[in-house]
């Protein structure tokens, strides 16, 4: 009995802290970071100054520390304005939509690998919230729902700038959820595991799918064998369909069709005020969180620190507590920032797409390269098991493949229009 | 000013020469000609630019402007000054005039309507011809000669006729202002609504300019059938009651000896209850002349829904000018006997007076009246009655006995048809919005009706209303408002004689004056 | 008109891949992003700024030594150097005011004023500093010059009410100015 209890209580510990302390606490900070950095690049100044007002207790200087405080005084004044609730929505839907899109994005952390085995008591538990072995296959079923909800808020709201906003989001999300899917088919095949946690692990020893300079992978410790190296071409692929697509799942710049100002007003979320705007705008940078650590795990480490140190860190110990996953919890979290800082970084480099642009890059572009990609992977996979009659007919049919479909997608082109002045 | 010319006289048996297309040469005159002093003759060839042409009237608007004082930003006349305009147009926008400007009198008070600014006249002496040959009351002049000439009063007389402000409009400049538009507002915020005035049988056509919701002031309208371009100061300057402070802005009812407000769906709901306790000869209505048409047109309609017998309008006479002002001083008489179907309206208002005194008449509904002002009722008649209904514009001393008193529109206010003296359709237009909850009074007639019918009314706008009238009464067949058209329609002979116009058709079959 | 034909460039392999015209970008945005923290922004020292960019912190920091020559502030009404309000209310302003937030009460000047001879003067001069978009229409139109945009830019109120500038007010910013055409002055 009492061990149940303690299971149970593990379990709800992991959830409050992973989902609220941690992932949560990371919506707010990206802001920040989202308007001091875009500030930044701007020649602005950004978010600076809000923070304790100490001259008011008769202390010579304020205290506002960059202006870090900025998130709470945004919360606080969202959670302050006046719910508004217009006469001409649908009321049911109106309400459920802002749930639908911040809740999927919150279940999608339970099955991020956060850090390895801690030991806390004698008693060794992993730093994951459920440890289930279709990592990947869970995080699409749960994330592709928020479209859901945007599509719920678009219709709700009866007026029409949101529900072309909503029209746009579903198609733009059920486009790029196929892409998504096969593109990362060649890193599930050369791990051939679908368990996040086991994936990093796998990475932390022999190296990153993107980084192979450690372990198996370098060819100098396994006696020569160059596979790991020549896998990086399509895990190159794999990485940067991957991290497009997220951009378009997530509705950031340069995909944001849905909510793109210059034409939608606000899109979908145009008729919603306080708390429910606040929940699409959670919803949205959970999303980037969620899509940030994915790519992380998968491609980059997780938590892996590389270079053969991650056994070192993981036995850190303090008595009987071996507390070395904390540190790698850490090393998570700095990989994390950065990705963010580069979510910000393309945000304001990088002009919106045309929706038409959008639809090809998905459907003509991504979807294409993605499926040839699984092939290619396929046979630098399968290369060592073949003799080289094989492989290279393989190589060659590939080539023909693949010719073929950029042929097809040229000639499915309609013509250029002449532009005339 | 033009430059003008002939083609030369041939000679005997000579035949004109023509160029291509007809014309002969012209011999241009080589000074300019005041076009408005000479007559258009056949082959005469006219310039109307050139540099000849140009140059001369450029010297005279020079001329003219140089004692005129720059007192644009201050005269009330600046947006409909014929100088200002001429000077825009044919000026040279810079005077080269560096000697001291010739001063006159300023600010002159001639009379009780009309201010005088000497400086500004042009010496056109339209003031002194209208105020010599229209008005028929020479008090002008000019004394002095040269640049020196001044308009001026005769000496012990001011400029007081009835009829002064007319020289106010007349003037091209702003040498003569209205007191009562001076410093008001500047005339191109003005909003103007052609309208008729309802101060007399005359109707004479007026403009209402009005800016946002206030009126400014009113003046004449051309309509050679009514009032040339005339009207009286007293009809003229009759408007400032329309936002007094005495004006009713939402339906009062009395609360024991207090009149409180109320809402008009409270009040058409007493109204309702209340009436059904009176039999049909118990109740009288009083009506006004000074309604329009329609609303006489709805109020038949009020009488025969309640089956009402004491039925009566309120006559008002005063003494008529010979010129404008009619003895008779209700707008609508015409139009009333039209739309009653009755020859003399007012007859029956005598034997309602002695009902409410014997108090065989219990109940009272009296529109666009003041009873005790106007239709010789005293306080202690009034407070006989059991129920008395009254809609009004102003609260007046009748309305003190009123248990329902219900806010009307005034005439700038809605829109309508009246009939003038001499059997002249004309039509009332909506210059201003009627002030809160006061209620157009074809509209307030036609719920009083449905709350007693308990019916929805088919009526809808006003023009509904008169298609029913166009539909019953047959002189006004095949009419609609908008037919009825800035100038009206004469719609009956009355054989009434409008002094005025009689004395400028006396004046042009003498040969004094053209047109 | 000529019919000019016009072409999209050809694109090179490398080009359509686009990818090196956006980390090209990258590089652009982490420089602008770069100079901006090193307190090197274009324009920063012209913009007086603070040091993060080109943004001047402003409570503590003042634009009012930069501002410069030609700056559209608060409109204001103006008294000559005889002590002569200028405005007479001939309501050009009011005319020509684009957001309409001018609001004129003309009013006689009584005839024992020493400036009986004006005639004309502004009884109420409402300016709603909410409507106004700082255009300079008013000064532009004014025939008086009586009207002018001083270097006022702290308009703030805690309400609707505040942010109307009634006669007083205006003539309080607007002070005297002195060397202007006085038409008044002449014999009368």
Same mark, same amino acid.
């Given at each position: 009995? @009492? ?28 802001? *920040? ?35 870090? &405080? ?23 839907? *109106? ?80 486009? *790029? ?55 990086? &071409? ?180 309609? @013509? ?6 | ?22 014309? %002969? ?243 058409? %709901? ?142 700038? %206010? ?102 | ?68 020559? +030609? +700056? ?61 978009? +700082? ?12 009207? +002018? ?40």
């Amino acid at each position: 009995m @009492p061990e149940i209890l303690i299971t149970l209580a593990i379990i709800v510990i992991k959830v409050v802290t992973f989902t609220f302390l941690v992932v949560l606490p990371l919506v707010p900070l990206s802001v *920040y970071f989202e308007r001091r950095f875009s500030a930044i690049i701007q020649d602005r100044v950004g978010p600076n100054r809000v923070g304790i007002p100490l001259t008011l207790l008769g202390m010579k200087k304020d205290f506002h520390f960059f202006g870090l &405080i900025q998130p709470i005084a945004d919360g606080l004044k969202l959670f302050l304005k006046e719910d508004f609730t217009p006469n001409h929505v649908r009321k049911a839907f *109106y309400w459920l939509a802002p749930a639908l899109t911040v809740v999927p994005a919150l279940i999608t952390v339970c099955v991020v690998p956060f850090g390895p085995d801690v030991t806390l008591f004698g008693h060794t538990e992993k730093l994951v919230i459920a440890d289930i072995d279709v990592g990947p296959l869970f995080i699409f079923a749960i994330s592709s729902l928020t479209v859901y909800g945007i599509t719920l808020a678009g219709w709700a709201s009866n007026s029409k700038f949101p529900f072309i906003g909503g029209v746009r989001s579903t198609a733009q999300m059920i486009s *790029y959820e196929i892409c998504l899917g096969l593109s990362i088919i060649p890193v599930l095949l050369y791990f051939g595991e679908l368990n996040l946690s086991n994936i990093v692990e796998e990475q932390a020893k022999n190296g990153w799918l993107l980084l192979p300079l450690w372990g198996d992978s370098a060819p100098w410790n396994n006696g020569g064998n160059y596979s790991a190296w020549l896998f990086l &071409i399509p895990a190159f692929i794999a990485f940067l369909i991957f991290t497009i697509s997220i951009f378009a799942e997530t509705n950031r710049m340069p995909f944001d069709l849905p909510e793109c100002e210059t034409e939608l007003v606000g899109g979908y979320h145009t008729e919603y005020s306080s708390m429910k705007f606040a929940m699409f705008f959670m919803g949205e940078y959970a999303a980037m969180v969620i899509g940030s650590a994915l790519i992380i795990t998968l491609f980059l480490g997780g938590w892996s620190f590389g270079f053969g140190f991650d056994d070192a860190i993981a036995n850190f110990a303090i008595g009987d507590f071996k507390i070395g996953g904390l540190l790698h919890v850490g090393i998570f979290l700095g990989k994390l920032l950065a990705f963010i800082l580069f979510f910000i970084l393309v945000r304001w480099t990088v002009p919106r797409f045309r929706y038409d642009q959008l639809m090809k890059l998905g459907w003509v572009i991504f979807f294409e390269a993605a499926l040839i990609n699984v092939f290619l992977a396929a046979l630098i996979i399968a290369a060592p098991q073949f003799t080289s009659a094989i492989i290279a007919s393989g190589s060659v049919l590939l080539v023909v493949v693949t010719a073929a479909v950029i042929w097809v997608a040229k000639v499915s082109e309609p @013509p250029a229009k002449i532009l005339r002045a | 000013m033009v430059q003008m010319g002939m083609p030369p006289r041939p000679a005997p048996g000579q035949e004109p020469t023509r160029d291509e297309n007809g014309y %002969e040469p012209i011999g241009w005159i080589p000074r300019p000609a005041i076009s408005c002093a000479n007559t258009v003759a056949e082959n005469m060839g006219i310039r109307t630019s050139g540099e000849l042409v140009e140059k001369c009237r450029e010297g005279v608007m020079e001329f003219l402007l140089i004692n005129h004082p720059l007192d644009c930003p201050i005269c009330d006349q600046a947006g409909e000054c014929r100088l200002q305009e001429q000077s825009v147009g044919f000026g040279r926008g810079v005077s080269r005039f560096i000697d001291m400007k010739v001063k006159k009198p300023k600010n002159v008070d001639i009379g009780p309507r009309i201010r005088l600014d000497d400086e500004r006249c042009i010496m056109c002496s339209r003031c002194i011809r209208f105020m010599d040959e229209v008005a028929g009351d020479a008090v002008l002049g000019f004394t002095q000669r040269g640049t020196h000439t001044t308009l001026t009063v005769h000496p012990g007389r001011l400029l007081d006729s009835n009829y002064s402000l007319n020289t106010a409009d007349i003037c091209p400049v702003g040498a003569l202002t209205s007191n009562d538009f001076r410093f008001q507002m500047r005339v191109w915020f003005l909003k103007e609504t052609p309208s008729i005035d309802v101060n007399c049988g005359t109707g004479t056509n007026i403009v209402i300019h009005t800016r946002g919701n206030t009126i400014h002031r009113i003046t004449p309208r051309q309509n050679d059938a009514v009032n040339s371009n005339w009207m009286p100061d007293s009809h003229r300057l009759n408007f400032h009651y329309i936002d007094s402070e005495a004006r009713l802005t939402e339906p009062l009812a009395r609360d024991n000896t207090q009149h409180v407000g109320t809402t008009w769906t409270k009040a058409l %709901e007493t109204f309702a209850t209340k009436i059904k306790n009176f039999a049909a000869d118990e109740i009288a209505i009083i009506g006004s002349a000074r309604m329009t048409n329609e609303e006489l047109f709805l109020l038949e309609e009020l009488r025969n829904t309640l089956g009402v017998k004491n039925f009566s309008l309120v006559a008002r006479n005063g003494d008529a000018d010979a010129l404008l002002i009619a003895a008779d001083r209700n707008p609508n008489t015409t139009g009333a006997k039209l739309v009653l179907k009755q020859d003399d309206p007012y007859q029956s208002l005598a034997a309602i007076r002695s009902g409410v005194q014997s108090r065989k008449i219990k109940a009272l509904l009296s529109f666009s009246e003041d009873l005790i002002t106007d239709a010789g009722f005293s306080a202690e008649d009034l407070s006989k009655l059991d129920f008395f209904i009254q809609s009004s514009l102003l609260a007046n001393p009748s309305a003190a006995y009123a248990d329902l008193v219900l806010p009307g529109a005034a005439f700038a %206010e809605k829109r309508g048809s009246m009939v003038n003296l001499s059997g002249r359709l004309q039509r009332l237009n909506r210059a201003i919005e009627p002030p809160t909850k006061a209620r157009d009074d074809w509209e307030m007639l036609r719920d009083l009706i449905s709350a007693v019918t308990g019916e929805k009314s088919a009526l809808h706008s006003i023009e509904d209303v008169f298609k029913k009238i166009t539909s019953t009464i047959s002189v006004f067949d095949g009419l609609t408002l908008s037919k009825i058209g800035a100038q009206g329609i004469a719609i009956q002979e009355t054989g009434y004689k409008i002094a005025l116009l009689e004395n400028e058709r006396a004046r042009k079959a003498a040969g004094i004056i053209n047109g | 008109m000529p019919t000019i034909k016009l072409t999209r460039p050809k694109l090179d392999a490398g080009e359509k891949i686009y990818l090196g015209a956006i980390f090209k970008g990258f590089f652009l945005t982490l420089s602008h992003a770069i100079k901006s923290l090193r307190g090197k922004s274009a324009g920063a020292e012209g913009l007086a700024s603070s040091g993060l960019g080109i943004t001047m912190q402003f409570p503590e920091q003042r634009w009012d030594d930069h501002m410069p020559e +030609y +700056y559209r502030g608060a409109p204001t009404l103006v008294t000559d150097e005889q002590g002569r309000e200028r405005c007479v209310s001939c309501q050009l302003c009011e005319f020509i005011c684009p957001p309409k937030a001018i609001k004129i009460t003309p009013s006689e000047i009584p005839s024992n004023d020493p400036w009986a001879k004006v005639e004309k003067r502004p009884l109420e001069f409402d300016i709603d500093m909410i409507r106004c978009i +700082y255009c300079g229409m008013c000064e532009e139109v004014c025939p008086e010059q009586a009207i +002018y945009l001083r270097k006022d830019y702290l308009i703030t109120g805690t309400s609707r009410d505040q942010m109307v500038h009634n006669k007083e007010k205006l003539y309080e910013i607007g002070g005297v100015r002195v060397g202007l055409v006085n038409k008044w002055n002449e014999l009368k």
